[in-house]
C-alpha cells in the first residue's frame, strides 16, 4: 500500500470513517504478536523516514495509545532506548541501524490521558479557577509530550476497537454510554491532534476492529479500512496460540435433569450435608469435591 507503484494500486479504494487523517487496520488474533508487528511498523517508518527525510510517506515520530495502564506498560518495549525493547529482542534491525533508530521519538499514552474538560463541565465546577477549555494548541503540548514540537506524526491504535466515531443516529448503537464516550474521548483526541500537529497515518490493531451496532455483531459492522486479517484459525494453524477446548458439561454423572453434578455442585446430596459439619484437618473432602478440584487443575 505504500511503496507499490501506482499501476499495481489501480482499483484499491481503502474507507475511511469519516477522519481527515488516513485509517489502516491490521485484525489479529489475541496472542499472535500483534506488539512485535507494531515494532516492525515503526521500525520500518523511523528507518526509512531518516534514511530519506523528504519521503513524507514515512515519519519518525510515532504516537502509540493503549486502552488502560497494563498495556501501555507492557508497551515500553515499543520504545527504542527502553530496557528489554523488542528491537534488541526479537532482532528487528541490524545492529548497524541501531543509531538511525534511535532518531525517532516514540511516545506511549493510556487512553485516559488522552481526556480534557470541555467548557460545559468546567462551568459546573465549583472551583476559584476559571480558566476556559484547552485550545488544541494547549492540548496537544500537554497530551504528546517530546512529540508536542512535532508534525506528520504517526498513530498506533492498540485494541482500536475502542476507538470508533459515533454515528449520528447514536440510539442505533447496542453500547453502554461509558462505551460510547470512551470512543468519542478516543477519536476526538486524534482529531485535535490531526488539527494542531497533522497525523500522517493512524494503524489500528485489534482482534475485534468492529462498530458496535446491537447485540450481535454483523460483516458489515467490522471497519471498513481493515487491510489485513489474520484471525484465530490462522493464528491456530501457525502454532502460535493453543486450540481451543470445547467444555462439555458433563462429568460423566448427568442426573435426569441432564444437567452435571459439578454445575450445583453445592446442591449435591453428596455435598451439601457435608458442608456445616465439623471435621478435623486431615478429614477428607467428599469425592465429588475432591474431583471437581482436579478437574479444574
Known sequence: LVEAPDAQKVGIDIPNDGSAFPRICCKMATGSGKTIVMTMLIAWHILNRVTYPQDTRFSKNIFVVAPG????????????????????????????????????KVVVRNRHALEWDTEEQIQKRRSVDKRGALSDEAYVRSVLGELKNTNNILVINDEAHHAWRVPIKDQEIGKKKKDIQEATIWIGALDRINRARTIQTCYDFSATPFIPMGLKSKDEDLFGWIVSDFGLNDAIESGLVKTPRVVIRDDGTVGHDYKSRLYHIYNDPDVKEDLNRRAAENDPLPDLIINAYYLLG
Request: aromatic content about 8%; glycine content about 8%; charged content about 20%.
Open 69 to 104: 495502564l497494563t498495556i501501555r506498560s507492557r508497551l515500553q518495549v515499543l520504545i527504542p532506548s527502553s530496557p528489554g525493547n523488542y528491537y534488541d529482542e526479537f532482532n528487528i534491525i541490524p545492529p548497524g541501524d541501531n543509531d538511525k533508530l534511535r532518531q525517532g
